[in-house]
């Protein structure tokens, strides 16, 4: 196999350096090459997935090149390849990956690959030097609607929930697992540049797995909560929200550091691909829909007001003098987003026309979003969670 996995990297490096010097960057192109590679032994599903390796890296050669990055020095490729599926065959528990005309390589299949692999579409195979990962697919029947979660992503908490329950999840932790990992990066006196860059590499590796775990805990939690309730996910549009502290604004290094650490785009992927797993809708709001969602109260729709200087107990929090009350800012902006999910998730399901598509038109698909805009919300129940200790729930099967 390692003999067969060098092989293949050969041919992408001769693929790669066949685009640069045609200019080609796509499989159409690349049918001379192909042909060329007829005299090799390899099976035909090793050359097509060199090629399509090859054209990945020569697409992103161009993008860099249009950013203005040059790419003086290319970061060599792993061994690695990728198989669809037809060239390989799972029988009686074991895998057969071909490595030339009827030759076959033989690998035995444990009782886990076996169960999860049983009533799926196998899609693909992926051969490195120390692993195979398969690639599946699984159809999966989306939940009923009957509420929507509005998901309000913060720097230091994750907040979700509908007018009558919220939950706010504390990432605080990570915050300060970033600054710790900083100040250690930046306390290396060493004058070797690679020693100190190789333990800068290891400590922010360190300071990532951490968060990631705290953000995988966080989202299971949500995505638990939406599932016994048969909730869907309304989600505001962060895009360009960068451009708010990019060098150049006049900010401090401190601050800018802080909100460049924010994992916001990661915890919405991992809530994307969670709910997708269990058939859970996610409502994307647009910009338009997610603007004043914090300082719009949610009851009256009366503007809100930021406390005065100096105020450390109501930081957080919004005054509003319609209701002459203090408002959780983050509270108040995943209510409003859960509204206005519900709104976006009943005009998606017009009622039908016809009197055929009547009979069999449902009130509640239109996810009980009427009823929700008429009446009024009162103060919702806020629970306090922290994401640390989400990651200690469960107890190990040993």
């Known amino acids: 196999m390692h003999d067969l996995l060098g092989e293949c990297l050969t041919v992408t490096y001769n693929a790669v350096n066949y685009g640069q010097k045609n200019g080609v960057s796509n499989r159409k192109g690349m049918g001379t090459f192909y042909r060329s590679l007829k005299q090799t032994g390899l099976p035909s599903c090793y050359k097509v ?54 030759q076959y390589f033989d690998v035995q299949l444990n009782r886990y690959v076996q169960q999860t692999l049983t009533q799926k579409k196998i899609r693909s195979l992926t051969i490195t030097p120390d692993s195979l990962s398969f690639c599946y697919s699984e159809d999966v029947k989306l939940m009923s609607v009957k509420t929507v979660f509005g998901v309000d992503r913060n720097e230091k908490n994750l907040t979700f929930g509908n007018p009558e329950k919220v939950t ?11 600054q710790t990992t900083r100040e250690i990066v930046g306390s290396f006196k060493r004058s070797d540049v690679r020693i100190r860059r190789r333990l800068a590499r290891k400590y922010w590796r360190r300071a990532n797995n951490r968060t990631n775990q705290m953000l995988h805990a966080a989202t299971n939690y949500m995505v638990e909560n939406a599932v016994a309730n048969d909730a869907a996910f309304a989600l505001e549009d962060l895009t360009d929200i960068k451009k708010l502290y990019r060098k150049g604004n006049g900010q401090g290094r401190e601050y800018r550091f802080r909100l460049n650490s924010w994992p916001y785009w990661k915890a919405r992927m991992m809530l994307g691909y969670k709910s997708a797993w269990k058939g859970i809708s996610v409502i994307p709001l647009t910009k338009s829909e997610t603007y004043g ?6 009851t009256c729709g009366e503007k809100l007001h930021n406390p005065e200087k100096g105020d450390v107990e109501h930081r957080r929090m919004l005054w509003c003098q319609t209701c002459n009350k203090w408002v959780d800012r983050d509270a108040n902006a995943t209510v409003n987003l859960s509204q206005r999910g519900l709104a976006r998730f009943a005009s998606s399901h017009p009622t039908p026309k016809s009197r055929s598509q009547q009979a069999d038109f449902k009130a509640e698909e239109k996810g009980l979003a009427n009823e929700a805009m008429v009446q009024e919300p009162g103060t919702p129940v806020i629970l306090k969670v922290d994401a640390s200790k989400l990651t200690l729930r469960h107890f190990p099967k040993s």
């Open 168 to 178: 706010q999840i504390n990432l605080s932790k990570t915050v300060r697992i970033k």
């Open 49 to 102: 997935a060199a090629i399509t390796r090859a054209c990945a890296v020569l697409t992103s050669r161009m993008k860099s090149e249009k950013r203005g990055v040059e790419t003086k020095h290319p970061q060599p490729l792993r061994p690695m390849i990728c198989v669809l599926s037809g060239f390989f065959i799972t029988m009686k528990g074991r895998l057969f990956i071909p490595l030339r005309r009827n």
């Open 293 to 298: 969602s914090s300082s719009v109260h949610s």
